[in-house]
């Protein structure tokens, strides 16, 4: 189960990792159901066929449209773990890792970090998490993003959020949110509106067609929009951990 994910010692998880990318790059196959049923095969007290895959929520919508705010809710309410695209890149620079100053100049100037490493740091974060219900906040960005994840994880979102709100209302939150951010001015504002239009609208599309987008009025008080959000919840099925 996933709980035995998290408790594999760090070596053990790291070759887990390797594992699944040497999987990937041989033979492009679904790497989730690689480890299920192989390196943790229920006959060996691994995860049962029902609950091999975590119930993955992307949460899309532009800047200050309210996507943090809502999953800090949607958390408290129906269990899920919240994994922010964006936190896990600060925390990149945060530790000085070896991208941490491309990662910087990334969202200084309010542009996307190559895939490569974005994806990377959301298949840690699920690996290594206890959970299986994953709210994946601020990614995909772009169709690349969307396509190198299904690709490395092997599989797509259950459903995505879309926070729908106006630009105007949504440059009024950034620039009032004060909480010390380097893209929280009104020049890389401008930038990630043009480039949420640009990049993130066709990801929007893309799962608006496959029957997956959950479109969300994002206007209003905290309240009132997750009483929209809430009905989406209370009527999934997904899987619970025993
Ligand atoms: N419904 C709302 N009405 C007014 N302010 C709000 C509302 N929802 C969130 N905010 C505030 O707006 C700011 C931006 O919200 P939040 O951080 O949740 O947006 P976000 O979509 O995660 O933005 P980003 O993409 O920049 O991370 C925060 O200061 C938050 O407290
Ligand atoms: N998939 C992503 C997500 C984020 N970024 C960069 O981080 C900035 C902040 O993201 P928030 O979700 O916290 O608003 C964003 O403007 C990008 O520069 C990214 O590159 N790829
Ligand atoms: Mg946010």
């Known amino acids: 189960m996933w709980r035995r994910v998290a408790s594999l010692s760090p070596l053990v998880s790291s070759s887990k990792s390797r594992l699944l990318n040497q999987v990937q790059v041989a033979y492009g196959f679904n790497a989730w159901q690689m480890f299920s049923t192989q390196v943790l095969n229920p006959a060996e007290g691994g995860v049962s066929d029902s609950r091999r895959t975590p119930f993955v929520t992307f949460v899309l919508g532009g800047p200050g449209s309210g996507k943090g705010t809502q999953c800090t809710r949607i958390v408290e309410t129906f ?124 990801v929007i599309k893309h799962y608006s067609k496959k029957g997956k987008l959950y479109k969300i009025d994002g206007t209003g008080s905290e309240d009132e929009i997750f009483e929209r959000v809430r009905p989406v919840f209370a009527a999934l099925r997904y899987p619970v951990l025993l």
Do not use: W
């Open 79 to 202: 269990g899920f773990t919240h994994l922010s695209a964006g936190d896990l890149l600060r925390r990149e620079i945060s530790s000085n890792s070896e991208n941490g100053s491309m990662i910087l100049s990334t969202i200084k100037e309010g542009k996307i970090v190559p895939s490569v490493v974005t994806v990377q740091l959301i298949q840690k974060a699920i690996e290594t998490s206890d959970s299986n219900r994953f709210l994946i906040d601020g990614f995909p960005r772009t169709e690349e993003n969307r396509i190198a994840y299904e690709r490395v994880i092997g599989a797509e979102p259950d459903i995505v959020l879309f926070f729908d709100c106006p630009e105007e209302e949504m440059v009024k939150r950034v620039l009032n949110r004060n909480q010390g951010r380097i893209d929280d001015n009104i020049d890389t504002v401008k930038e990630r509106l043009k480039v949420f239009a640009e990049l993130n609208l066709p």
